[in-house]
């Protein structure tokens, strides 16, 4: 055995030649473990833990590295709270990377969902990964012949310099300066893709182009989007008009995708009891924006919170109180890419602004309630 391989794809024929129409010797499932007995270049030949021989793509191979990543990856994911269900209308396969030539291992079916937990921003045309490349032969080392000192034969005689040629004084004139060379054209843009990382509901974890997914909001409520693309959805409690129950919702949406953020402004939807109809109550607009949004409906006054850069270059997250139809923000604190503590805290039901609620300054109670009595 030369190394150790995992299957990437959801089935993967294997070929008892190296000719692509070559009768299948055996077929193995994703995660299977193969053992690569032979390398032909980017063909290897494997072998089954059954005894089964056969050859196939090495691009279709994951690593043991890769596996655990990507297990490690659907595990993480697992507490990872959900930033909206989406839909899609025709089968979406699976990537276990943000590469199109990455193994597609499963696949969301038509009409399918799946919650939508990150996203990311990545050339379309991409070096493809190979799973383990073929052990580098060593160089044949050349013999060299031994000579005695007898037969050796010394260096040449030195040549004489060339002389000087004739005009050797007008060749000394310092040329004109050369002119500038013409500005370079800046090079094409890199086509770009939009990746998302999705969970199914059998707890699957992988990779989909963006483009196919619709965000599953309901569409009185997304009748408002003006011809921007939502990219995440959360419910905010619900209100009760004369026996029907609506929704107060937050979204957030983005102008133009292939943008390296997740989203330029977000907005909050109210019930009117009054017009039966939805109005908006609260919304920012030409932000940069990056997932997780997190809404915790557990606290009183309900809360949510979005992390947002700041002038300075720096992530913030902004937590808001949703107090009846008001929004304010309650606070607004540094945020590091790497704390996932808060959101798996978040994602479990701890209250996230606590704390915030208890600092409240006595002024600030006694104007909430004056607010509610004028209501």
Known sequence: MLAEAYAGPTTLNLRAELALRSPVSATVKHGDKL???????????????????????????????????????????????????????????????PNRTSPSFAQIPENGRADVIGHKLMPRFQPAEVAMAEPAKPAPRRRRRSQSSQNRIGPPPRSLAPALPANWLALSVPKAPEPPPAPVAPPAPVPMDDWSLVRTPDGKVGWVLTRPLSMAIPDEVAQYAEGHRITSYFALGQVNDDGTVKNNWLWTTIIKGDQPYDFDSFRVFVWS???????????ERNIVGHFPSIVNTRTDPPSFSVIVEGVDGKWYRKTYLFDGFRIRMASREPYEQTAQMEIAKSSAGVPIANSTVAKRSWYARFRDRIHRFLR
Do not use: C
């Open 35 to 97: 053992a690569i007995i032979e390398y032909r270049h980017r063909l290897v030949k494997v072998r089954t833990e059954q005894g089964r021989e056969g050859w196939t793509d090495l691009r279709q191979l994951l690593t043991p590295e890769q596996m655990a990543q990507l297990h490690a990856m659907a595990e993480n994911a697992a507490h990872s709270p959900s930033q909206g269900s989406a839909t899609v209308f025709e089968s979406l396969n699976l990537h276990t990377a």
């Open 273 to 283: 009891l009054r017009h039966h109809r939805y109005e908006t109550a609260y919304i």
